[in-house]
Structures are given as C-alpha cells and as structure tokens.
C-alpha cells in the first residue's frame, strides 16, 4: 500500500483551519498578512486555531516582507512565547544581503525552538546557491522539510530544480522532505510524484474566491482526492 501524500494548507484563522482540516489537509501552515507573502501569527491566533483543529499546526516565524533576519533577539523571543502557548511546529528561513543563508539568525532561532520540528521555507527559491545552503543547514536539530518551488518564480518553472533535487534524496543535505508550494497546480502533481515527491503546499489553490475569502472545503477535498487517486 502506497504512502499517503501530505497536504499542507495555509490557514490564517480557525475558520480556514476548520474548513481545511473538513476537506483532507494533513497539516497547517499558520500566517497572517498574506499581502507581505505570510508573516508570524499571534501567540492568541495559535491557540485559536490549535483549540479548533487536531492536526498538526506549522507556525511561520517571518517577522516582515523579504527574507532577512531583522531583530533576531525580538524572532528569538517570538518563538518562546509561541512554544509557550503550545506550539510544536515551525517554519522559517533567512538570507542575508548576498542571498546566502543567515546561519547565525537561523541557529539562534533553532536553538529556541528546543527541538521542535521545523520547515526552511521558500527562502531556498531565493538563494544564490541552493545546493550550499541546505550543505550548510545540514544537521541542525529539528528540520525536516523544505518549502520549495524550485524557483522563485514558480512550479512551471522550478520543475527540472524539483526532480532533480528529489533524485538525490538521502544524500548530505538532502534528507529532507520536499514540500511543494509555490504556483502549484493539480496539472503537476503526476510529474512530482513520479520523482518520488510526496508533499505538497496550498495557499490561493484553496481560496478559489482569493485571499479575502476563507479556505474553501470543496477546494481542498478536491486536491485531496487528486491527492489519494493519483
């Protein structure tokens, strides 16, 4: 029997949280601001969400638009008080000016995270070098995932990036999930799972009315089922 894909859904509130977990979503991504591409919720909005739903809730940790650290001292304390309030999941990633990773900021961070599991975000999709940067992450407590197009500017065009990476699961730096999101459509979904893909990441795929709309049930049930019958 084949492994059931994980489906990752963004959820701004409970409302959204309800309907995706209703339609098949394996797992949250909790943001807010969607017009800044997704910053950290409030410790109040977790534990709304965390009371509404029982599947597993990834906490973005971005405290503004772009890719830099800022105030790692302020992320830092961010984090304490989101574990505090419960939260067990985490996404994030930071690149300095160059378009390298942030080591520093990004163990500071981890280390607050006490060994909580963690996604580095579409922050590789901005990288100079892709293949340094998850060298350089390799081995930090607690990350299992990368959020990825493949590219910055989407699947269409991240594909090659995405298979090719996928073939070298297993290697240093590349024994973590692939989590696909970013321009994601169903059309693409057999080419990644042929590459062994098996995660995906929805934002706007589940908002047919956009993102001033709540999470639609029958949008996310319809990846779901693409999902299972593939």
Same mark, same amino acid.
Do not use: M, N
């Given at each position: 029997m084949s492994k059931r894909a994980v489906l990752e859904v963004i959820a701004l509130d409970?409302? %959204?949280a309800v309907a995706a977990q209703a339609g098949g979503a394996d797992r949250l991504e909790l943001v807010t601001d969607m017009e *800044? %591409? !997704? =910053?950290?919720?409030?410790?109040? /909005?977790?534990?709304?969400?965390?009371? *509404? &739903? %029982?599947?597993? =809730?990834?906490v973005m940790l971005r405290p503004t638009d772009g890719f830099a *650290? !800022? +105030? #790692? !001292?302020r992320l830092v304390d961010t984090a304490r008080e989101l574990r505090d309030a419960g939260a067990e999941e985490?996404?994030?990633g930071f690149l300095d000016a160059g378009g390298c990773v942030d080591l520093t900021a990004?163990? @500071? &961070? &981890?280390? *607050?995270?006490d060994g909580? @599991?963690? #996604?580095?975000?579409?922050?590789i999709d901005r990288a100079a070098d892709r293949d340094a940067l998850r060298?350089? =992450? %390799? !081995? =930090?407590?607690?990350? +299992? /995932?990368?959020?990825?197009a493949g590219s910055a500017s989407g699947v269409d065009a991240g594909l090659p990036t995405l298979t090719a990476e996928a073939a070298r699961?297993?290697?240093?730096?590349?024994?973590?999930r692939i989590l696909v999101g970013g321009g994601l459509r169903l059309d693409h979904v057999p080419t990644l799972l042929a590459a062994g893909i098996d995660a995906f990441h929805i934002g706007g795929a589940a908002r047919p009315g956009g993102w001033r709309h709540p999470v639609s049930t029958a949008a996310v049930t319809q990846w779901r089922e693409a999902l299972d019958g593939a």
């Open positions: 409970a409302e %959204d *800044a %591409d !997704g =910053l950290t919720p409030s410790a109040r /909005t977790f534990a709304g969400i965390s009371e *509404a &739903v %029982d599947i597993p =809730l990834r *650290a !800022g +105030d #790692t !001292g985490f996404v994030l990004v163990e @500071r &961070v &981890v280390a *607050a995270l909580c @599991r963690w #996604t580095f975000h579409r922050a060298k350089q =992450l %390799d !081995g =930090l407590p607690g990350l +299992d /995932t990368y959020l990825t699961s297993g290697e240093p730096g590349y024994e973590q």
